[in-house]
């Protein structure tokens, strides 16, 4: 009971952390007055001449956000987004249209937090007003957040897309006016998953609220003067990013979203079909199909769409190409064969670590526990195994790997039957926990981690660093739980950890996944892969390449000046030898392929830093590639300033934090505790009002296909903020007071 207590306070305490720092102190369902209480139309107030308003002015539902006025509330913005994906070969070009809507009286800026793939390459930002149309410019990130703050402040619209995590923006909108609307539009590169014969693609819609470990203090003792040295650690030093606050779902659900995926197979194509969304799927030939979702749905969950080519469809070998000023970029998809043979088993030692956190509880504990306990059924004799659970607590089930007989397994299962979710996601102490290796020299055994989680936490480099210190022999495999996993981090920690990435998303694909799980840790990994080529100025990304497990396919994207000469895959399946070819003269058309590359050496310079690299040398070679390929990253931002003033000098600007879904599946009151004043226990939105958001004001779609589109012009944004700056250094406008971020609690 007092690690049930300690969980829930600490939950609470972090709630109440979140709370403070997302901006946002209340906001509060209004509904329309009942039977004959009613209050007619022709009775209702007026509203207060501040542009505030007070709950008895709504006659119909709102998503009202507290002001320091007492009594008085602002309409909060309002999110629609349209994704447009256009998936050619292995490339997916996604164009991403997200409308703030301001139903207020005041002028606000609108500042969202939303999710994209983890190795997207977003290097596009368009913002419509009224008829015309800016294009955004990459800076550095400072640069390009002292320019948006100026003209936020002088009264200009403008927008920012800033890179809290690959995985994780942030779009800030400054000065839009009472009762108006902004268009922002953005634009990314990914390359599509292959898996088996199953190409896969994610869309993530919602990001789920992170745990944030609490700040270090490190305490040192002097021997000469006896005085101790304080210094303070954060694992999480910009934490106030990545916390946005996040509606109760039981009164409904926020920001629709419409959604449609064009594929363009070049080959015919089998089996399509979306497993958690309903969809409707068009096919004018067998080697295209568009699907679309089926009407609005709130984004609370991850789109993804799997399909498959006809037999034989999958090719073992596929090359892409893209030139740009004289230089080629290449994208190789290499399917190495399956073997016609079951490879030998080798013993194992399997460390499962389950996450029973908060953000577990309800239908994503029990995914983890009916996959763990599937995975303890799958030992054989002779394997050893260990059980670790974590919230913020952490308990080791046995003092060392057991052999996996009756009597250990028999504790082990009803151990994990008996776990429920509760308490902080403290998923650093529970892996330095499972890389704990107390026979490092033993090689009679596979040592196999295992995690099960959502790995929603913000705390990401403390993680990925502690891997590149005590991976030792140890191979980390990832289960992401859930129906928004922190995919990022599952995915890296597998990279890292030379192993391979599960994601479950309902209870019905336990099975499935865990199978192929089972195949993957059973089966001879692909190892020691290289790329030889007779063109010695090729560089290639990810370099060195990760082991590979059954059915994965190596994944590599090149840069040369050549565009004859061939490419050799080189590596070993099992104890043989294996090999493969590739002509680039043989290489088809690929446009965005350079986007890939640069994003992929991108995401290798930054995994350096895992592994003890100078962070100044690190952080020079993201900033040269960021911006030499106009790509947002850790430390390039987009940006675009409208010239023409258009807040009043005399008006203030509300500044707000937008508020985001729970994701499907979660407990509310798990994550964020149970406490009655809870302000965001009170946030709501009338289910009206969500019909009317996705009815009115549809983006107009110019094809099926297409999504929202935006002119390709430039409407000179580069001489906009040089004017705007100049228009700063002359000091013609003068700042009334401090611009105010977020109402605090």
Do not use: C
Not at 126 to 154: F, N, P, S, T
Not at 261 to 287: C, N, Q
């Amino acid at each position: 009971m007092s690690t049930n207590l300690v969980s829930r306070g600490r939950s609470l305490e972090w709630t109440r952390q979140l709370l403070r720092r997302a901006g946002i102190a209340a906001a509060v369902l209004m509904t329309a007055f009942l039977g004959s209480s009613a209050i007619r139309a022709d009775t209702t107030p007026a509203r207060t001449t501040s542009g505030y308003v007070t709950t008895s002015e709504m006659g119909t539902g709102s998503l009202l956000l507290k002001t320091t006025e007492p009594g008085q509330y602002l309409e909060a913005p309002r999110l629609k987004t349209d994704v447009a994906i256009t998936v050619t070969g292995p490339i997916a070009r996604a164009r991403i249209t997200q409308r703030f809507e301001n139903p207020s009286d005041k002028w606000v800026e609108g500042i969202y937090v939303f999710p994209l793939p983890q190795n997207a390459g977003v290097d596009t930002l368009k913002m419509q007003i009224g008829d015309r149309y800016l294009e955004g410019q990459v800076k550095e990130r400072e640069q390009a957040r002292q320019i948006y703050e100026r003209a936020a402040a002088q009264g200009y619209k403008a927008t920012l897309i800033e890179q809290q995590r690959p995985n994780m923006f942030t779009n800030s909108v400054a000065n839009i006016g009472p009762h108006e609307t902004v268009v922002v539009q953005i634009e990314y590169q990914e390359a599509v998953r292959l898996d088996g014969d199953k190409f896969s693609l994610r869309v993530p819609l919602v990001v789920g609220p992170r745990y944030s470990p609490p700040a270090e203090a490190l305490v040192a003792d002097s021997s000469s003067s006896g005085m101790q040295v304080v210094a303070v650690h954060d694992p999480v030093p910009d934490r106030d990013s990545v916390t946005p606050p996040v509606i109760n779902p039981i009164f409904g659900k926020i920001n629709p979203v419409t959604l449609s995926v064009t594929l363009k197979s070049g080959v015919s194509l089998a089996a399509i079909e979306s497993p958690y969304h309903d969809v409707d799927i068009s096919r004018p030939d067998d080697k295209t199909a568009t699907v679309s979702l089926k009407g609005p749905v709130p984004a609370d969950r991850d789109f993804v769409l799997n399909w498959k080519l006809a037999a034989n469809g999958v090719p073992q070998a596929s090359l892409f190409r893209e030139t740009i000023d004289g230089k080629s970029y290449y994208l190789a998809m290499v399917v190495p064969p399956v073997g016609t043979t079951t490879p030998h088993r080798q013993t194992r030692e399997a460390i499962f670590v389950i996450d029973n956190s908060g953000s577990m509880a309800g239908e994503s504990i029990r995914q983890a526990k009916k996959a763990l306990l599937m995975a303890l059924s799958e030992l054989k004799p002779g394997d050893r195994f260990n059980v670790i659970r974590f919230d913020n607590t952490l308990t080791v089930l046995f003092q060392d790997a057991v052999p996996a007989d009756a009597e250990h397994l028999l504790v082990a299962n009803r151990y994990v039957q008996g776990l429920d979710a509760a308490g902080g996601t403290e998923i650093y102490p529970a892996l330095k926990a499972a890389l704990v290796d107390t026979t490092p020299n033993d090689d009679t055994r596979l040592r196999q981690v295992v995690f099960l989680t959502d790995g929603d936490v913000s705390n990401e480099d403390q993680v990925l660093a502690e891997i590149g210190k005590s991976l030792g022999r140890s191979r980390l495999f990832t289960v992401g739980i859930g129906s928004a996993p922190n995919s990022f981090l599952m995915e890296h920690i597998a990279t890292l950890g030379r192993g391979s990435f599960t994601h479950i998303g309902s209870e019905a694909e336990v099975d499935a996944r865990m199978t192929e799980l089972f195949n993957k840790l059973e089966s001879p990994v692909m190892t020691d892969l290289r790329v030889t080529t007779n063109d010695a100025k090729l560089e290639t990304w990810p370099n060195p390449i990760p082991d590979l497990y059954a059915g994965e396919p190596v994944v590599l994207t090149g840069a040369t000046d050549e565009t004859t000469g061939s490419l050799r895959l080189e590596g070993r399946m099992g104890k043989k030898p294996w090999s493969t070819t590739l002509d680039l003269a043989s290489a088809v058309d690929g446009r965005g392929v350079s986007k890939l590359w640069a994003r992929s050496k991108i995401s290798a310079i930054e995994d350096l830093r895992y592994q003890g690299a100078n962070q100044g040398d690190v952080d020079a070679q993201v900033l040269k590639v960021a911006l030499d390929f106009h790509l947002v990253s850790r430390l390039t931002s987009l940006v675009a300033v409208d010239i023409t003033p258009s807040r009043p000098e005399h008006e203030d600007m509300e500044s707000h934090e937008m508020p985001t879904n729970l994701p499907a599946g979660w407990d509310f009151s798990k994550v964020f505790g149970e406490d009655p004043e809870h302000p965001l226990m009170k946030a709501s939105v009338d289910p009206a009002l969500l019909t009317k958001l996705a009815a009115n004001d549809k983006p107009v779609v110019a094809s099926a296909t297409d999504g929202v589109q935006l002119p390709q012009t430039d409407a000179g944004t580069t001489l906009q903020i040089l004017l705007g700056t100049l228009l700063a250094l002359a000091g013609l406008v003068v700042l009334v007071g401090t611009r105010k971020r977020a109402v605090r609690s």
